[in-house]
């Protein structure tokens, strides 16, 4: 392609009601001088409600499982009300009808043959996106502009693990012969993110969250200018802003560190937007679509990304951290396989790691199977559980090669209990365990000292140590 397009991604927040329709709008249009390719999730909350009305199903309600949709489908009704013409109107309604009878035949089946939840979940939750993206498309042709509307199964192509499917290599080719003669022709193709389809044709959805996602394939897939994520915060900021009111936008970050704080991070990027994105090299920006003038984050290759310093404090509470201890890890081998063996065995994933001679220490977010993981893990040492803790993490490139950065995260909260610190050799992280009871003081703290000027003390420390570098 002569011109690369711009891929601009629209959460669920940015299209949750009428305003927020023409808003976008809005942002297309000014951007629609150069290549654009729309990429929009299922309106604020639809997901959540489609989700529990397959529960509804599978507990062998049909009706009541289609009935508690209504509400949604008329705020489809209203928003298409406001903001389209009769014509596209219509069209629209005749959609949302369609999907309507749709569901409600998929949910008596769903009640009938409970076995077949997973394949018809996602039969079902694609109407989120299916019906955002028509609305969309029609709110875009009727600001002005030439857009087309495309159905995502068509270009992202999956293998068959429902509900969180992978993508395969052959969406590059089926996305680019899609879209690029679009694009050449001067449209704006509009396609519903999270959705894709298996090769028999089985609509499949890429996890929670999935449709930035789907802009990060559907980018590299185009080889994108850059990959613009749309939502309400004005890009990634330097701490959860509910612990930290003084957290501040990010200009600036790596792939590597956006991973991390993706991870972590208050929700803002799906944590697989980035790996495609970074094999491509192509610039991800995070933007709000409530303040489209605010230049939000940048993420960028690691030698464009500011090197030297710490972006940001990121912060999980509500862990649990397990340490098994035990006398026969002491020059042993296979203890570490055994352990972990455990974990696979009862489908728990492991966090943070940190080993001593004699003990082992983990920390896992999803504690549910602990009942049933214990008693296999006493049976390799002793084991001690510690509920309420919270993984906090200072994310920078600085964190690479600087000295001294550790022993000042400490001496902040000198007087606050850490545990199992890790940070590795090329790693652009420090993580450690506090209580949750002392997590927003430390947090409040760390950012004091590193995003605020901090105290005189601090000050003259961070001189004096950059003196002495
Ligand atoms: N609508 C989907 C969800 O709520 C995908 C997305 O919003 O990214 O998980
Ligand atoms: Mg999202």
Request: aromatic share 4%; proline share 4%; net charge negative.
């Amino acid at each position: 392609m002569t011109t690369k397009p711009t891929i601009m991604k629209f959460g669920g927040t940015s299209v949750e009601d009428s305003e927020a329709f023409r808003n976008v709008a809005r942002i297309v249009n000014s951007a629609s001088p150069q290549r654009v390719v729309v990429v929009v999730s299922a309106i604020g909350g639809f997901t959540d409600a489609l989700l529990s009305s397959v529960e509804k199903a599978i507990d062998g309600d049909a009706p009541a499982a289609t009935r508690s949709l209504d509400q949604d489908f008329e705020r489809h009704l209203v928003i298409g009300k406001r903001v389209l013409g009769s014509e596209a109107r219509a069209a629209f309604e005749s959609a949302i009808a369609g999907a309507r009878n749709q569901i409600r035949e998929l949910h008596k089946i769903v009640a009938a043959h409970p076995s077949t939840n997973a394949p018809l979940r996602d039969e079902i939750v694609a109407f989120g996106e299916l019906l955002s993206s028509q609305l969309l498309t029609a709110v875009l042709r009727e600001n002005g502009l030439a857009t087309s509307y495309i159905d995502a199964r068509r270009l992202i192509k999956t293998d068959e693990s429902y509900g969180a499917a992978v993508p395969l290599a052959e969406t590059t080719a089926a996305t680019q012969a899609e879209l690029v003669p679009l694009i050449e022709a001067g449209e704006t193709p509009v396609v519903g993110g999270f959705i894709a389809s298996t090769a028999k044709g089985a609509t499949t959805t890429l996890g929670r969250g999935g449709s930035d996602y789907s802009a990060a394939i559907i980018g590299t897939a185009l080889d994108a200018r850059e990959i613009q994520i749309w939502t309400d915060v004005s890009g990634v900021l330097t701490a959860d802003p509910r612990v930290v009111p003084a957290a501040r936008t990010i200009p600036v970050l790596s792939y590597q560190e956006a991973a991390e704080l993706a991870y972590f991070g208050a929700k803002v990027l799906h944590p697989k937007t980035i790996q495609p994105a970074m094999d491509r090299k192509i610039p991800v920006r995070v933007c709000n679509s409530r303040a489209p003038r605010e230049a939000g984050t940048l993420i960028v290759s690691e030698s464009e990304a500011t090197p030297q310093t710490i972006k940001a404090i990121a912060h999980k509470s509500g862990i649990t951290t397990v340490q098994i201890t035990s006398a026969r890890m002491l020059g042993a081998y296979g203890f570490l396989r055994a352990l972990f063996e455990v974990f696979d065995r009862h489908q728990t994933a492991v966090d943070v790691v940190t080993t001593s001679e004699v003990s082992v220490s983990l920390s896992i977010d999803d504690a549910s199977a602990l009942p049933e993981v214990i008693p296999d893990l006493e049976k390799l040492g002793a084991v001690e559980v510690e509920e309420g803790r919270t993984i906090v993490s200072v994310v920078g490139e600085g964190l690479r090669g600087t000295p001294g950065i550790a022993a000042r995260v400490f001496s902040t909260i000198s007087d606050i209990n850490v545990s199992m610190i890790s940070v590795g050799a090329s790693s652009v992280n420090l993580t450690f365990m506090v209580d949750d009871a002392r997590a927003r003081e430390t947090i409040v703290r760390l950012h004091r000292t590193y995003f605020e000027g901090g105290t005189l003390e601090d000050r003259i420390d961070r001189t004096v140590a950059d003196v002495l570098v």
